[in-house]
């Protein structure tokens, strides 16, 4: 199945819902502008301008995608700062269908720094790497490292505070994070999920406990890793580096990780190995 095929097949009015009938000229609609923009983050398609040129020179790509006519870059550009709720929405939908085709059984929490050294947003941040200048990237995987939950936001925003959202509605028997996380608020947050919660322990708040389930927390460590890196270095691509501002580049991480996704849906239906290529 064809990256086109796959976003006419996921990206449909199913998961957006229809937008009501109007008089006059009823452009692309937000469907067909969701389907063109997953479509460019699938395809690696990092600006606006490609993006029209490769419809151009694919017609039947085009018409895969439900467009009679191909949009200029504007419109396109104007898609991707219009639509970043949409995005949004639909990236939690499908993520809601791949957890009925494949249950969860562990949630990894974590962020991972977009670095971007120009954008007038961006802000200063640190990781265990040191400092950075960019954007963050919060997810929530399953214990395949799919992403369920997403969060973009500038690079000096605290991960803590973000954990609650990013398990919100997650049914799994345990939420994994590392010490960033620790915190009562979160542990209770998990445990109102019905979700064992393994956050190791920060030293910074005194003497280091142990907590139940540490092995677990060890063993499976290095998904959500594996995902930080495969996500930027092969879905995203840099994407983010482009476009300026954060609504922007958070719409196109939003449309990677919709990809991604559906790609692993079809791949586990057809019984194929998820790629990490």
């Given at each position: 199945?064809?990256?086109c095929?796959v976003?006419r097949l996921?990206?449909n009015?199913?998961?957006?819902p229809?937008?009501?009938k109007?008089r006059?000229n009823?452009?692309?609609?937000r469907?067909k502008a969701?389907?063109?923009?997953?479509y460019?983050r699938?395809k690696?398609?990092?600006?606006?301008?490609r993006?029209i040129?490769?419809?151009k020179?694919?017609p039947?790509i085009?018409e895969?995608?439900?467009?009679?006519?191909?949009?200029?870059r504007?419109t396109v550009?104007?898609?991707?700062?219009?639509y970043?709720?949409?995005?949004?929405e639909t990236?939690v939908n499908?993520?809601?269908m791949l957890?009925?085709i494949w249950?969860?059984?562990?949630?990894i929490?974590?962020?991972?720094?977009?670095?971007?050294?120009?954008d007038?947003?961006a802000?200063?941040?640190?990781?265990?790497?040191g400092?950075?200048?960019?954007?963050?990237?919060h997810a929530?995987?399953?214990?395949?490292?799919?992403p369920l939950?997403a969060?973009i936001?500038?690079?000096n925003?605290?991960?803590?505070p973000?954990?609650p959202k990013l398990?919100e509605?997650?049914?799994?028997?345990?939420v994994l994070a590392?010490a960033?996380y620790?915190s009562?608020?979160?542990?209770k947050?998990?445990?109102?999920?019905n979700?064992?919660?393994?956050?190791?322990?920060?030293?910074r708040?005194?003497?280091?406990?142990?907590i139940k389930?540490?092995?677990l927390l060890?063993?499976e460590?290095?998904?959500?890793?594996?995902?930080?890196?495969?996500?930027?270095a092969?879905?995203?691509?840099?994407?983010?580096?482009?476009?300026?501002?954060?609504?922007k580049k958070a719409a196109?991480?939003?449309?990677?990780?919709i990809?991604?996704?559906?790609?692993?849906?079809r791949?586990?239906i057809?019984g194929?190995q998820?790629s990490r290529a």
């Amino acid at each position: 199945m064809e990256a086109c095929e796959v976003v006419r097949l996921f990206v449909n009015k199913a998961i957006v819902p229809a937008e009501p009938k109007r008089r006059g000229n009823p452009g692309y609609g937000r469907v067909k502008a969701l389907r063109v923009m997953v479509y460019a983050r699938l395809k690696g398609l990092d600006n606006d301008t490609r993006v029209i040129e490769h419809l151009k020179k694919h017609p039947r790509i085009a018409e895969t995608l439900g467009l009679q006519a191909v949009p200029d870059r504007t419109t396109v550009g104007r898609w991707w700062r219009r639509y970043l709720f949409l995005l949004e929405e639909t990236f939690v939908n499908v993520a809601d269908m791949l957890q009925l085709i494949w249950p969860t059984k562990t949630v990894i929490v974590d962020s991972t720094p977009l670095v971007d050294l120009y954008d007038m947003e961006a802000r200063w941040g640190h990781t265990g790497r040191g400092k950075f200048r960019g954007f963050k990237l919060h997810a929530a995987v399953n214990q395949l490292g799919l992403p369920l939950r997403a969060l973009i936001t500038p690079g000096n925003r605290y991960d803590s505070p973000f954990f609650p959202k990013l398990i919100e509605d997650l049914e799994a028997d345990y939420v994994l994070a590392d010490a960033g996380y620790d915190s009562k608020a979160n542990r209770k947050a998990a445990k109102a999920s019905n979700a064992e919660p393994v956050i190791a322990p920060n030293s910074r708040r005194g003497k280091r406990k142990k907590i139940k389930h540490a092995g677990l927390l060890k063993s499976e460590r290095y998904v959500i890793e594996q995902f930080n890196g495969h996500i930027k270095a092969n879905v995203l691509k840099d994407c983010w580096v482009r476009p300026k501002g954060l609504v922007k580049k958070a719409a196109m991480v939003m449309a990677g990780l919709i990809g991604y996704d559906a790609e692993a849906i079809r791949s586990l239906i057809v019984g194929e190995q998820i790629s990490r290529a």
